[in-house]
């Protein structure tokens, strides 16, 4: 089964263009015209093996907002196409991810009932030129349109940046093993409801 798809999103605010290769090697190209999204995008892709081309055009000069948003809704979107049935699927997973002074942990569930607790506290209120508090809206619409329940904990940590980071590098490395399949229930739908 090839787990791949294309989406195009386009609202008067954004236009934006995904293709997903959930079974890919973590290739990407990411253009938001923002350059730490840029790199967290690039980030999610590496760690989650997940191939990611994106192609965001928005209204930027208004703020980042909408892009943000409209660019987690877009790849949430285009990782749920391309999982078509969710046959086989691990489902579950998590991370505990560390990045230098960093601790973060990361925990999901691809039930196709989203949901996000976001318990991250960031000390400055710009990352390059992203406000803060856009993070957790990009985590808000990514689980929504993805149908995961996400759940994101910074344990302790001092410099936003790798704050920031582990919490996209956490994602990306439950996404790979929660989406890979697994061969004792290839066929099978991990529910005892029998879908998800």
């Given at each position: ?6 989406i195009n999103?386009?609202t008067?605010?954004?236009s ?22 840029n ?9 989650s093996?997940?191939d ?8 930027t ?9 409209d ?5 949430g979107?285009c990782i749920k ?11 579950f ?15 999901i569930d691809i039930?196709?009932?989203?949901y996000?607790?976001?318990k ?14 856009l ?17 994101i ?9 790798h ?8 994602l990306?490395?439950?996404l ?10 290839k ?5 005892t409801?029998?879908?998800?």
């Amino acid at each position: 089964m090839v787990r791949k798809a294309k989406i195009n999103r386009k609202t008067k605010e954004t236009s934006i263009a995904v293709e997903a290769n959930i079974d890919g090697q973590g290739s990407n190209k990411i253009d938001t015209k923002i350059g730490f999204l840029n790199h967290m995008l690039e980030t999610l892709s590496k760690h989650s093996l997940i191939d990611l081309k994106l192609l965001a055009k928005g209204d930027t000069h208004i703020d980042l907002h909408h892009t943000t948003e409209d660019t987690g809704i877009a790849v949430g979107e285009c990782i749920k196409k391309a999982l078509k049935s969710s046959k086989g699927i691990r489902r579950f997973a998590h991370a505990l991810i560390p990045m230098d002074e960093t601790l973060t942990r990361v925990s999901i569930d691809i039930s196709n009932r989203p949901y996000l607790i976001w318990k991250v506290n960031l000390k400055v209120e710009k990352l390059g030129e992203m406000d803060t508090e856009l993070f957790k809206e990009w985590f808000q619409a990514f689980s929504q349109a993805a149908g995961i329940t996400l759940h994101i904990e910074n344990i302790y940590g001092d410099n936003s940046h790798h704050i920031i980071e582990s919490c996209f590098k956490g994602l990306a490395r439950a996404l790979r093993e929660a989406l890979e399949i697994d061969k004792r229930i290839k066929n099978k739908i991990p529910s005892t409801k029998g879908t998800l």
